[in-house]
């Protein structure tokens, strides 16, 4: 917002210089102007936050790839937003992002779409989990995601970590979209859910094909190979999985969401997912 005012009083002064009438003191004003609005212009970039070299905002790679970004939201296992999510944006390394095109590019062939729950995630973010696995409240929320056990339990059982692939750019969440089916369902935080295993029809709806779980399950039943599922859900697991692999991208076995890029790491960030310019 504050960028937007800037903006708008460079605009001002552009148009205080060029909007009179060519005369005495009309050149003088208008070269002012120029170079007022000009220095207020950069002025107004400086304050744009700009993304690390190598990341990009996924919509400026392909806007096609449905997003619903879960940690800038209440639709969670925490049951709010994550600290360091400013924004409702999947923002990736380049090379994953363009990758993550080509994934679109063959789904879109059949009718499907790619659809983003996480990407880059800030150490912030990461700390935020951990101290809230801690706290040593049970919430509803939480119940939704960790049907069997405690929150306390997701660190030893490997569902959460204190170091995360998604801090370095190049982890991601995602499931598929089937186009022609009706994905109008949205999350409702006033209204009672089943579990995460529970039947598609029960549980808080992910807009996406069903998977036999929803996502961010800690639950058995969400390992990629896991028998409790059905023959379509399992035909749907290893669709994605397949088409991800193509492009090089490893699922992790006990999220069927979960995929991350060899190669593409490297250090963990703690930068915050500012709107897109």
């Not at 449905?66 to 925490?78: E, H, K, L, S, W």
């Not at 380049?94 to 993550?100: D, F, K, N, P, Q």
């Not at 119940?143 to 970590?161: C, E, H, M, Q, T």
Request: positive net charge; contains cysteine; proline residues 5%.
């Amino acid at each position: 917002m504050e960028n937007l005012r800037h903006f708008i009083q460079c605009i001002r002064i552009m148009l205080w210089g060029t909007g009179v009438t060519i005369g005495r003191g009309a050149a003088r004003r208008i070269a002012l102007a120029a170079i007022f609005a000009a220095a207020c212009l950069a002025s107004a970039a400086a304050q744009t936050p700009k993304l690390p070299a190598g990341f990009v905002y996924l919509r400026d790679i392909d806007p096609t790839i449905i997003q619903d970004m879960r940690y800038a939201g209440p639709n969670n296992f925490v049951g709010r937003p994550l600290r360091g999510y400013q924004a409702a944006e999947c923002v990736v390394k380049r090379e994953v992002g363009v990758l993550l095109k080509s994934v679109q590019e063959e789904l879109a062939l059949q009718g499907l779409s790619l659809k983003m729950f996480d990407c880059y995630r800030p150490t912030r973010a990461v700390a935020d989990m951990v101290a809230w696995s801690r706290d040593g409240r049970e919430t509803p929320a939480q119940k939704r995601y960790n049907p069997s056990f405690s929150k306390a339990d997701l660190f030893r059982l490997g569902y959460i970590a204190e170091r995360s692939g998604h801090s370095t750019g190049a982890a991601l969440d995602l499931t598929l979209v089937d186009l022609k089916a009706d994905n109008s369902a949205t999350f409702d935080p006033a209204k009672e859910y089943g579990d995460c295993t529970a039947n598609v029809n029960l549980r808080a709806p992910d807009g996406s094909v069903d998977m036999g779980t929803g996502y961010d399950c800690s639950d058995v039943k969400s390992h990629t190979s896991a028998k409790s599922i059905t023959a379509a859900q399992r035909r749907w697991r290893e669709k994605l999985v397949l088409v991800m692999a193509r492009r090089g991208f490893v699922n992790y076995s006990k999220e069927w969401w979960h995929f991350s890029l060899p190669g593409a790491g490297g250090q963990a960030y703690d930068f915050p997912i500012t709107p897109r310019k």
